[in-house]
């Protein structure tokens, strides 16, 4: 069972040096942090949830590093009612705030970073009831209505209002007693019925599954306008309970309080929760959604039904909503995703003892940062570059869905696509360069395999764009800037009237 400690058993055994800096403990100091770099946009001007807060979320950024959009009037809402969307968007620099890093850095080093904060862990702890903001308002028995917060229908055909698609859904192993915390969607089906998608071999599945095999419903905690550490964790693939994660992440414990209407405990600072369960059987129609990959690729199926046994709210509730896009910085999955799988999947083989590796990245725009890995590697020995494909493709942390493995050579910038690319196509020879794997882990919501039950196994390529390694000494020199001549001309880059700075280049021509 995870371990929740007290706060001040929890403050003595924390270990994060006092100089770390920490991120947000909610969205709303998160907001007032973004605001004051210019990365919030407010719209005061009155919006339908039904597809219109979408579209505008869906136009605005058609451009990477455009604000995150706060609504603050919403047709049929209580007045008050608010609802962000795309918290994290496309901006760096919103995700360097999130976990407690400066702004200004690139990919590589936020990879970096996330990776080292996401290596360590730090328990939850329980707090007193009555200081939980999201105490402060409470819906029981037939006062429930979740339909007066602003779920939306985001896209045109959507089949319902989703309420939950930036969310930390909360269940328990029922053999070993951990929680999980996942980030599902959740369509409305009535004022106290919410439900719930999970694809196969998602753990709260799992628990749901396992739960009804022992002829018992499944309790579940949905919790909405979640600060985005948490949503980082429930977005991506930990081992065993995300809320440590998510505390390790933001340099502090996650905040929780004991559960009313179930034994599941929930965070303090969350805007929403709901408590519910889901007795056996119990499921109904949903969808379709547009989801990550940009296609509503899931016709109308039945999924799980939770029964909302209580909600907890706090003043002025703020739903936090995660536009899924076919275009990469309109997509908020996709930076979410690009950075912290990158950062597990990194973490992965360190923890399988492969050497050389100098960066990863998903990119943002292979459907949401799950369809594409580039690994930059050092080559030290025969077969090193087919290794780490192997591997990558199948770790924890990669093996969900992605397609496309593509190894380069330590001077390429897994990050940018356009160097990749000129490795793919200088240092791959297809015919001997490119492996496939078959029947892999992949996803219903892939549209590329038909019939839809076909889905649930997908193929992975992948592509060595590397140095051949027998000729490696002998390999064709490649155009390089000469250090000094570099180093000279950054230090003249202002005075040569040059906007900017100079870039980081990973190959020179030593002097």
Same mark, same amino acid.
């Given at each position: 069972?995870?371990?929740?400690?007290?706060?001040?058993?929890?403050?003595?055994?924390?270990?994060?040096?006092?100089?770390?800096?920490?991120?947000?403990?909610?969205?709303?100091?998160?907001?007032?942090?973004?605001?004051?770099?210019?990365?919030?946009?407010?719209?005061?001007?009155?919006?339908?949830?039904?597809?219109?807060?979408?579209?505008?979320?869906?136009?605005?950024?058609?451009?990477?590093?455009?604000?995150?959009?706060?609504?603050?009037?919403?047709?049929?809402?209580?007045?008050?009612?608010?609802?962000?969307?795309?918290?994290?968007?496309?901006?760096?620099?919103?995700?360097?705030?999130?976990?407690?890093?400066?702004?200004?850095?690139?990919?590589?080093?936020?990879?970096?970073?996330?990776?080292?904060?996401?290596?360590?862990?730090?328990?939850?702890?329980?707090?007193?009831?009555?200081?939980?903001?999201?105490?402060?308002?409470?819906?029981?028995?037939?006062?429930?209505?979740?339909?007066?917060?602003?779920?939306?229908?985001?896209?045109a055909l959507d089949g319902g209002e989703y309420i939950g698609t930036c969310d930390a859904t909360i269940t328990r192993d029922p053999d070993g007693g951990w929680l999980n915390v996942g980030c599902y969607r959740q369509m409305l089906q009535s004022k106290n019925e919410v439900g719930l998608f999970l694809a196969g071999g998602r753990d709260a599945r799992l628990h749901i599954e396992r739960n009804w095999a022992m002829g018992k419903p499944c309790e579940v905690v949905a919790c909405w306008g979640i600060d985005p550490a948490l949503f980082m964790t429930a977005s991506q693939s930990f081992p065993l309970s995300e809320l440590d994660f998510a505390g390790g992440l933001a340099g502090r414990p996650v905040e929780l309080v004991p559960g009313e209407a179930t034994s599941l405990p929930y965070p303090a600072r969350a805007e929403i929760v709901m408590e519910g369960v889901i007795p056996p059987g119990s499921e109904r129609a949903e969808g379709p959604f547009g989801e990550f990959t940009g296609y509503y690729a899931k016709p109308p199926g039945p999924a799980f039904?939770?029964?909302?046994? $209580?909600?907890?709210? *706090?003043?002025? =509730?703020?739903?936090?909503?995660?536009? !899924?896009? /076919?275009? +990469?910085?309109?997509?908020?999955?996709?930076?979410?995703?690009?950075?912290?799988?990158?950062?597990?999947?990194?973490?992965?083989?360190?923890?399988?003892?492969?050497?050389?590796?100098?960066?990863?990245?998903?990119?943002?725009?292979?459907?949401?940062?799950?369809?594409?890995?580039?690994?930059?590697?050092?080559?030290?020995?025969?077969?090193?570059?087919?290794?780490?494909?192997?591997?990558?493709?199948?770790?924890?942390?990669?093996?969900?869905?992605?397609?496309?493995?593509?190894?380069?050579?330590?001077?390429?910038?897994?990050?940018?696509?356009?160097?990749?690319?000129? $490795?793919?196509?200088? *240092?791959?020879? =297809?015919?001997?360069?490119?492996?496939? !794997?078959? /029947?892999? +882990?992949?996803?219903?919501?892939?549209?590329?395999?038909?019939?839809?039950?076909?889905?649930?196994?997908?193929?992975?390529?992948?592509?060595?764009?590397?140095?051949?390694?027998?000729?490696?000494?002998?390999?064709?020199?490649?155009?390089?800037?000469?250090?000094?001549?570099?180093?000279?001309?950054?230090?003249?880059?202002?005075?040569?009237?040059?906007?900017?700075?100079?870039?980081?280049?990973?190959?020179?021509?030593?002097?």
């Amino acid at each position: 069972m995870e371990e929740v400690l007290f706060a001040a058993e929890a403050e003595a055994r924390r270990e994060v040096r006092p100089e770390q800096a920490v991120g947000p403990r909610d969205v709303r100091e998160f907001i007032a942090a973004i605001e004051t770099i210019g990365q919030l946009k407010r719209i005061t001007a009155e919006v339908s949830r039904n597809e219109e807060m979408g579209a505008v979320t869906y136009m605005y950024n058609h451009r990477v590093g455009a604000p995150a959009l706060l609504f603050e009037k919403i047709k049929g809402c209580p007045p008050g009612f608010r609802a962000l969307w795309n918290q994290l968007g496309s901006s760096n620099d919103r995700f360097a705030l999130a976990i407690g890093e400066p702004t200004g850095l690139s990919a590589n080093e936020l990879i970096r970073r996330f990776k080292n904060r996401s290596d360590r862990r730090i328990a939850p702890v329980m707090v007193d009831p009555k200081d939980a903001p999201v105490n402060a308002h409470h819906m029981r028995g037939n006062n429930i209505d979740v339909t007066l917060f602003p779920a939306a229908r985001h896209w045109a055909l959507d089949g319902g209002e989703y309420i939950g698609t930036c969310d930390a859904t909360i269940t328990r192993d029922p053999d070993g007693g951990w929680l999980n915390v996942g980030c599902y969607r959740q369509m409305l089906q009535s004022k106290n019925e919410v439900g719930l998608f999970l694809a196969g071999g998602r753990d709260a599945r799992l628990h749901i599954e396992r739960n009804w095999a022992m002829g018992k419903p499944c309790e579940v905690v949905a919790c909405w306008g979640i600060d985005p550490a948490l949503f980082m964790t429930a977005s991506q693939s930990f081992p065993l309970s995300e809320l440590d994660f998510a505390g390790g992440l933001a340099g502090r414990p996650v905040e929780l309080v004991p559960g009313e209407a179930t034994s599941l405990p929930y965070p303090a600072r969350a805007e929403i929760v709901m408590e519910g369960v889901i007795p056996p059987g119990s499921e109904r129609a949903e969808g379709p959604f547009g989801e990550f990959t940009g296609y509503y690729a899931k016709p109308p199926g039945p999924a799980f039904l939770m029964q909302v046994k $209580a909600v907890h709210y *706090r003043d002025n =509730p703020i739903l936090t909503h995660a536009l !899924m896009a /076919d275009y +990469y910085p309109a997509n908020e999955c996709a930076l979410v995703r690009s950075l912290g799988r990158s950062a597990r999947i990194w973490s992965d083989l360190e923890r399988l003892g492969i050497p050389g590796v100098k960066g990863i990245y998903c990119h943002p725009a292979a459907a949401g940062g799950l369809a594409m890995t580039a690994i930059s590697i050092e080559q030290r020995y025969a077969g090193h570059a087919k290794q780490v494909l192997a591997l990558a493709a199948q770790c924890p942390a990669g093996a969900y869905f992605s397609k496309w493995i593509i190894a380069v050579d330590e001077d390429v910038d897994p990050t940018d696509i356009n160097q990749v690319l000129w $490795a793919m196509a200088t *240092r791959c020879h =297809p015919a001997t360069d490119i492996d496939f !794997m078959r /029947d892999t +882990y992949s996803t219903f919501l892939d549209p590329s395999q038909n019939p839809v039950e076909n889905r649930q196994f997908g193929s992975k390529a992948l592509i060595n764009a590397c140095k051949d390694y027998r000729f490696i000494k002998e390999f064709s020199p490649r155009t390089k800037v000469r250090r000094s001549t570099y180093e000279a001309v950054s230090r003249r880059w202002k005075e040569l009237g040059l906007e900017g700075q100079p870039p980081q280049l990973r190959a020179l021509e030593e002097d």
